[in-house]
């Protein structure tokens, strides 16, 4: 080989070699990658020791405190995802938790499932409100996710009536921001047609009237279910989260294209569990009260009086009974609290019928 041939194939074979500072740089990844295994190992039996004891924290506030220590480059987001899954993996250590949730896979109910619950737990999909709790008052999922109220459209009715026929209690929830996304396989000039849930459509309405009013809308019984059928459409789309769209092969046509900015959902958390006081936290009840004036305003001096602070008040007719209904309220407090003690002994001689339906830390609005 010539001089000048030896020289090219000398320089051409340092180009294909990383150089020596990048293959340093990934010694160090991947020590630091055993060292996580290794921790998160050591971090899941000290959980389990801890466990034994009964004086676990709280999997929440244990997340919210390592996130207030993170200085980046990781977002909260991504420090809250992962400790999530931690804790996720280390209470299916003990025992593994069934979770009942409106679907199909990636509806927002199932999102809501995951935000709270992690993925290391059988999260299940049914496929009404009602079979949530169905599931939940017969044994065969310990909790049940469930839409409760939306920034846009107010009060689930299908949910608040459930209380009033099964005996199942809240015991946490979960605020969700919504944000949703027009998928298809198409080109947004190409949509003919578009699916979701009524509550999905309600709150994008703005939005379709002024990008897509020549459309044609087509309600479904979950987003979830509007995205398979638009992955099977051409020219049709569906309004879902973006999970959804990844899961059924769909690409954003347009994207968060609800009219509300700080669109948000929450659900309730349902099972037999009874949270610790947490010193931040809200109490639900359901009354009835007799059909008579001046009920009404007997009931609401009580929460005065006790100066508990309501942030929810709403009422329903009670099935086959006209002019009658149901109360859902929410408080500041916890049960244990002696002023909400001392409300719901008030309110026993009040109402006709009254459950306390749980009391739960109160949670932050998540992504």
Same mark, same amino acid.
């Given at each position: 080989?010539?001089?000048?041939?030896?020289?090219?194939? +000398?320089?051409?074979?340092?180009?294909?070699?990383?150089? $020596?500072?990048? +293959?340093?740089?990934?010694?160090?990844?991947?020590?630091?990658?055993?060292?996580?295994?290794?921790?998160?190992?050591?971090?899941? +039996?000290?959980?389990?020791?801890?466990?034994?004891?009964?004086?676990?924290?709280?999997?929440?506030?244990? =997340?919210?405190?390592?996130?207030?220590?993170?200085?980046?480059?990781?977002?909260?987001?991504?420090?809250?995802?992962?400790?999530?899954?931690?804790?996720?993996?280390?209470?299916?250590?003990?025992? #593994?938790?069934?979770?009942?949730?409106?679907?199909?896979?990636?509806?927002?109910?199932?999102?809501?499932?995951?935000?709270?619950?992690?993925?290391?737990?059988?999260?299940?999909?049914?496929?009404?409100?009602?079979?949530?709790?169905?599931?939940?008052?017969?044994?065969?999922?310990?909790?049940?996710?469930?839409?409760?109220?939306?920034?846009?459209?107010?009060?689930?009715?299908?949910?608040?009536?459930?209380?009033?026929?099964?005996?199942?209690?809240?015991?946490?929830?979960?605020?969700?921001?919504? /944000?949703?996304?027009?998928?298809?396989?198409? @080109?947004? =000039?190409?949509?003919?047609?578009?699916?979701?849930?009524? @509550?999905?459509?309600?709150?994008?309405?703005?939005?379709?009237?002024?990008?897509?009013?020549?459309?044609?809308?087509?309600?479904?019984?979950?987003? =979830?279910?509007?995205?398979?059928? =638009?992955?099977?459409?051409?020219?049709?789309?569906?309004?879902?989260?973006?999970?959804?769209?990844?899961?059924?092969?769909?690409?954003?046509?347009?994207?968060?294209?609800?009219? #509300?900015?700080?669109?948000?959902?929450?659900?309730?958390?349902?099972?037999?569990?009874?949270?610790?006081?947490?010193?931040?936290?809200?109490?639900?009840?359901?009354?009835?009260?007799? /059909?008579?004036?001046?009920?009404? $305003?007997?009931?609401? $001096?009580?929460?005065?009086?006790?100066?508990?602070?309501?942030?929810?008040?709403?009422?329903?007719?009670?099935?086959?009974?006209?002019?009658?209904?149901?109360?859902?309220?929410?408080?500041?407090? /916890?049960? #244990?609290?002696?002023?909400?003690?001392?409300?719901?002994?008030?309110?026993? +001689?009040?109402?006709?019928?009254?459950? $306390?339906?749980?009391?739960?830390?109160?949670?932050?609005?998540?992504?």
């Amino acid at each position: 080989m010539g001089q000048r041939n030896w020289t090219m194939a +000398k320089k051409k074979s340092s180009q294909t070699r990383p150089p $020596a500072a990048s +293959k340093e740089r990934q010694r160090t990844l991947n020590r630091l990658d055993r060292e996580l295994v290794k921790l998160l190992n050591q971090r899941a +039996k000290a959980y389990q020791q801890l466990d034994k004891t009964g004086e676990l924290a709280n999997g929440n506030t244990v =997340a919210n405190s390592i996130t207030a220590t993170n200085k980046g480059p990781l977002t909260a987001q991504t420090i809250e995802a992962i400790f999530r899954e931690l804790h996720s993996g280390c209470t299916h250590l003990r025992e #593994n938790i069934r979770v009942a949730f409106l679907g199909p896979v990636y509806s927002y109910s199932h999102i809501a499932a995951i935000k709270r619950f992690g993925q290391s737990h059988e999260l299940v999909p049914v496929g009404t409100i009602a079979a949530v709790f169905e599931s939940v008052n017969r044994g065969q999922c310990q909790f049940g996710i469930v839409p409760i109220e939306n920034s846009t459209d107010g009060r689930v009715v299908d949910t608040l009536e459930m209380f009033a026929r099964l005996p199942v209690k809240i015991c946490g929830e979960v605020n969700l921001h919504i /944000h949703h996304f027009l998928l298809s396989l198409s @080109q947004l =000039a190409e949509i003919k047609e578009i699916y979701s849930k009524p @509550q999905a459509l309600s709150q994008c309405r703005g939005w379709l009237a002024r990008h897509m009013p020549s459309s044609r809308l087509v309600e479904m019984t979950s987003t =979830a279910a509007a995205a398979q059928l =638009a992955s099977e459409k051409p020219g049709a789309a569906a309004i879902a989260s973006l999970q959804a769209g990844i899961n059924y092969g769909l690409q954003p046509a347009a994207s968060n294209i609800e009219d #509300n900015k700080n669109n948000i959902t929450r659900f309730a958390v349902i099972g037999d569990a009874s949270p610790k006081r947490t010193g931040h936290d809200k109490t639900s009840l359901m009354f009835q009260i007799s /059909h008579q004036p001046g009920a009404l $305003a007997d009931v609401m $001096a009580i929460f005065k009086r006790n100066r508990l602070n309501l942030t929810w008040i709403e009422s329903f007719p009670m099935a086959g009974t006209p002019n009658e209904y149901l109360f859902f309220v929410e408080l500041e407090g /916890h049960q #244990n609290d002696a002023k909400v003690k001392r409300s719901l002994t008030s309110l026993g +001689k009040k109402t006709v019928r009254l459950d $306390a339906l749980g009391s739960y830390g109160i949670s932050q609005a998540v992504q």
